[in-house]
């Protein structure tokens, strides 16, 4: 039997009142539900365990025609470790000719002329793998190095990626610390630089990162630049305390993806320069809750159905949506206190414009 001197409330906060009716429809949809120890394996995980960490830079190449009707893009690479590499995705493109300068002497040199370890090769994993041509150099200056790639006459690829990879302790840590993934809503992302195991104590709260900005592409194409700060003002937690933060709000519905770019300099004076990839998809607002209280409805000695109020503004037929929710009790005769009850969770239509979810009223007798 249902007891008589406690109430059920949701972790929404939903309350859930139970009125005098004794039947209603029961749902088809399997009803799962565990106890209150498991609650913390049904909330969303925290944002900060699935940061990327990152020890590389992924730049992207676009050549443009000069006058004279050659094709030339030009750049900089952060070189912090005399051994250092880096890979070219071209498509298997034959005629560019890569040049690089030495930001001590100023010699311009062609790549092929280099003392390096040149050799194809494919980046990725299982299934999710390019092919490249991998450059490895040995007792390399380190600083700030132009590379410039061009074309005699137009090039067999205009576009594509330098995958810049260093050995240096320092590493970036990127996430996105909402998870609102809704049209029109921001979307968030802090990044840090962390440091790993070999790093030595006196070093490991340094700081490297000078600047950061967020480099987003939308759903149709078109890239735009979003700084991020350390002031703490920008969800960075405390001013320069080296953790930067920075958002955009999403203009419609789509696949996003957001490059972190960072800079800044090591303990040594090497440049530090760090990327970080992350795919957003953004979805519209299809249902929300136009009530703080929901209704229950016993439906037997030991189940509840639970109907919540929604509006519905899905345009498909597809409404149904999965209810994950925890249960709490309030014992009315010790002070109103509140105890957990259970988390319960089904998938749900919305049908005329409710969802609904049962509850076996015997996890409120064993609270």
């Known amino acids: 039997m249902i007891p008589t001197k406690k109430l059920v409330s949701l972790i929404l906060p939903l309350l859930i009142a139970i009125p005098s009716i004794i039947s209603a429809k029961t749902l088809q949809s399997k009803q799962l539900a565990g106890p209150p120890s498991e609650f913390e394996f049904m909330r969303p995980a925290q944002a900060e365990k699935s940061a990327t960490t990152s020890k590389t830079a992924l730049i992207p190449v676009t050549l443009k025609e000069t006058k004279a009707g050659n094709w030339l893009w030009n750049s900089t690479l952060a070189v912090d470790e005399q051994d250092f590499s880096f890979m070219i995705f071209a498509d298997d493109s034959k005629n560019w000719i890569i040049e690089m300068v030495n930001p001590l002497t100023k010699q311009v040199r062609n790549i092929a002329d280099m003392d390096i370890n040149h050799n194809s090769t494919k980046f990725g994993i299982e299934q999710n793998t390019y092919q490249g041509e991998k450059y490895t150099f ?13 074309t005699i006459g137009e090039p067999e690829q205009f576009q ?27 979307i968030h992302f802090v990044t840090q630089s962390t440091s790993n ?27 735009q630049k979003h700084p991020m ?23 419609a519905a789509g696949d996003y993806t957001v490059q ?51 509006d519905n503004h899905a345009k498909s037929s597809d409404n ?29 239509t919305a049908n005329n414009g409710q969802l609904n979810i ?6 409120i007798a064993m609270a």
Do not use: C
């Open 229 to 251: 700060f350390d002031d703490g003002l920008h969800g960075d937690n405390l001013a320069n305390d080296g953790l930067f933060g920075g958002g955009f709000k999403t203009l």
């Open 358 to 363: 049962e509850l076996d009223a015997r996890w």
């Open 160 to 186: 594509g990626f330098i995958l810049v990879t260093s050995n240096s302790k320092y590493q970036l840590n990127s996430y996105k610390t909402n998870l609102d993934q809704i049209a029109g809503h921001t």
């Open 197 to 223: 195991e070999k790093t030595i104590e006196a070093l490991k709260d340094f700081n490297p990162i000078n600047s950061a900005f967020m480099l987003v592409t939308q759903p149709n194409g078109f890239q």
């Open 320 to 348: 149904r949506y999965r209810i994950i929710a925890e249960v709490w009790a309030r014992n009315l005769s010790k002070n109103g206190s509140m105890k957990p009850v259970s988390w319960i969770s089904t998938m749900s």
């Open 138 to 150: 040995s007792n390399m200056d380190t600083g700030q190095w132009n590379i410039r790639i061009k």
């Open 260 to 310: 972190i770019n960072t800079f800044g300099n090591n303990p040594n004076g090497t440049p530090f320069f760090r990327t970080s990839q992350h795919y957003v998809p953004v979805i519209e607002q299809t249902l929300t809750m136009n009530k703080k209280h929901v209704d229950a409805i016993t439906i037997s000695d030991n189940r509840l159905n639970i109907a919540i109020d929604v």
